[in-house]
């Protein structure tokens, strides 16, 4: 049972808002539906869509909810990730950078030929690096296939710089303060740039080059 239950979403959802329901709660604040809905009525703490920005990060599209609940004040700074590995502490990092390919979204997808060609310049500056779960063929470089999410995020520790597709590892590599280099197809900036003050990302929607 809860004091409060948060649809922590950017916009409306009537899922979100089935779950705060289903979760016991004195209090619900979320998102209502512009055109009215009865899934509205489960949010005794109401925020119309056009008090969330669009252009507004989602992290700040979160924060905005907790404010409407009065947990946080406008003026508090929004902290930066800090992700604990729950079953090792980090390891020291090294100075080989991890190439991370894999995306499921083509608009992303960079296509093997620009990965291949980025590790020759990485091999021409005698820089070190390792594949994580994936690796073009003919192309020099350690793969690494972690068995799990844990494993997975234990081995992107192990790096300073990440430089992979938009997605999940884009947000995991910097909470673990990895310098993150992103390359997306799509326009994320706006709304879900990962969460970081190490992230370059480069963007072009429908096409990477």
Same mark, same amino acid.
């Given at each position: 049972k809860y004091d409060l239950a948060i649809g922590a979403t950017g916009s409306y959802s009537s899922a979100t808002a089935w779950l705060a329901f289903c979760a016991p709660a004195t209090n619900r604040v979320g998102v209502i539906s512009k055109k009215g809905s009865i899934m509205? &009525? +489960?949010?005794? !703490?109401? !925020?119309p869509q056009n008090k969330i920005i669009p252009s507004v990060h989602q992290v700040k599209k979160i924060a905005l909810l907790a404010q409407y609940a009065n947990i946080i004040s406008q003026s508090t700074r929004l902290p930066r990730p800090e992700l604990i590995l729950p079953s090792k502490s980090l390891p020291e990092r090294g100075r080989v950078i991890a &190439?991370?390919? &894999?995306?499921i979204r083509k608009q992303s997808d960079?296509?093997?030929e620009n990965w291949i060609k980025l590790a020759n310049i990485l091999e021409k500056n005698k820089l070190q690096y390792n594949w994580i779960g994936y690796k073009p063929k003919d192309v020099n470089g350690q793969i690494i296939t972690p068995s799990n999410t844990i494993?997975? +995020?234990?081995?992107?520790?192990?790096y300073s710089l990440v430089i992979c597709i938009e997605g999940g590892t884009?947000? !995991?590599?910097?909470? &673990?303060?990895c310098a993150t280099i992103v390359i997306s197809?799509?326009?994320i900036s706006k709304s879900w740039i990962p969460?970081?003050?190490?992230?370059?990302l480069f963007e072009r929607t429908g096409e990477v080059t």
């Open positions: 509205d &009525l +489960i949010y005794n !703490i109401q !925020i &190439l991370c390919p &894999l995306t960079w296509g093997d494993d997975f +995020i234990q081995h992107l520790a192990k884009s947000h !995991i590599a910097p909470a &673990l303060n197809g799509v326009r969460w970081s003050d190490e992230v370059a």
